[in-house]
């Protein structure tokens, strides 16, 4: 099994930027391709951005496309997101995922 725990949220003003974490532990062997969901209150989840071993296939939602990098460290078991020129419609939980594992989440506030 793989366990994965983000980190780096927070309260940052519109126009800012925030760098998550994901550290992954366990069977990381199985770990290929990493991502970033969101989810908003109210919303249901959805894609961010995904990172394939090599960084060789990258993908982004529209909506944070220039704006966010994803990522990868496997040497650290890491990957990132980073996240310029926020907006308050960014405002949402993240998660980190492979596969059928997801981490707890952080939480990413963007002030209007």
């Known amino acids: 099994q793989v366990q994965l725990a983000e980190s780096g949220g927070g309260l940052v003003q519109a126009g800012g930027s925030l760098r998550l974490s994901c550290a992954a532990s366990g069977r990381t062997s199985s770990v290929y391709t990493m991502g970033w969901f969101r989810q908003a209150p109210g919303k249901e989840r959805e894609f961010v951005a995904s990172i394939s071993w090599r960084g060789s296939s990258i993908h982004y939602a529209d909506s944070v496309k220039g704006r966010f990098t994803i990522s990868r460290d496997n040497a650290k078991n890491t990957v990132y997101l980073q996240m310029n020129s926020l907006k308050p419609e960014d405002t949402a939980v993240y998660y980190c995922?492979?596969?059928?594992?997801w981490g707890k989440g952080t939480l990413v506030t963007v002030s209007s």
């Open positions: 995922n492979n596969r059928d594992y």
